[in-house]
Each structure stands twice: as C-alpha cells, then as structure tokens.
Nanobody
Framework: QVQLVESGGGSVQAGGSLRLSCAAS?????MSWFRQAPGKEREAIAT????????WYADSVKGRFTISRLNAKNTVDLQMNSLKPEDTAMYYC????????????????WGRGTQVTVSS
C-alpha cells in the first residue's frame, strides 16, 4: 500500500554533502534509511517516526547525518554531511505502517535505492 521513491544520490568528494529524499505515497508510521555496500550487510542508519518525529541514528552516522520529515510533501530527507569513502553504498528508503513492527526495526515497504559514491 506504500510506495517509496528515492532521489538525490550521486558522487561527491570526501568531506562533501548530499541530501537524499524519499517521497512516500500511502500512510507510514515510520520511515528509515538503510544502506548496503558491496560485500557488507544491509545497515539501518536512520529512522524517523512520522507521527511524533522521534529519530534514531546508527553510531556510524550519528552527528553527521540528519533525518527529517517534510510534512507538507509527505517526504523524508536524509542530510548527509562530512561524507567519508566508507559511506559509499546503495541507500534505500524503507517504511512501515504498523507501530509494533517499526518498534522491532522491521520495515515492510522499500524503495529501489539510490547510489551514493564518496571519493577520497
């Protein structure tokens, strides 16, 4: 019932910034950003509960990335600052529409991903 479309990926030099955007159609309780680099496990990096705005960040990005909801556009952004080569990955937007699943870190809807490449 929820469809997600990511945008904003690209290539940037280390120390630079990118802003990813995820446009959602349908009701969401939580929206998250995940990433997966070649040969590595998929990693949850940021979550926002769309009702009360509560946010969570993985230690690997805390202090550098900010997730926010643009309520008027039903869109969640991920502002990524101080990018490092190790941030290079495919970034996926994900969402859940049931609180109990969101609370367990489970997401039922996924975008197709957008590539972020950070060069040294």
């Amino acid at each position: 019932q929820v469809q997600l479309v990511e945008s904003g990926g690209g290539s940037v030099q280390a120390g630079g910034s990118l802003r990813l955007s995820c446009a959602a159609s349908g009701y969401t309780t939580c929206m998250s950003w995940f990433r997966q680099a070649p040969g590595k496990e998929r990693e949850a990096i940021a979550t926002i509960y769309t009702g009360d705005g509560y946010t969570w960040y993985a230690d690997s990005v805390k202090g550098r990335f900010t997730i926010s909801r643009l309520n008027a556009k039903n869109t969640v952004d991920l502002q990524m600052n101080s990018l490092k080569p190790e941030d290079t990955a495919m970034y996926y937007c994900a969402a859940g529409d049931r609180f109990y699943r969101c609370a367990r870190g489970e997401h039922d809807y996924w975008g197709r991903g957008t590539q972020v490449t950070v060069s040294s």
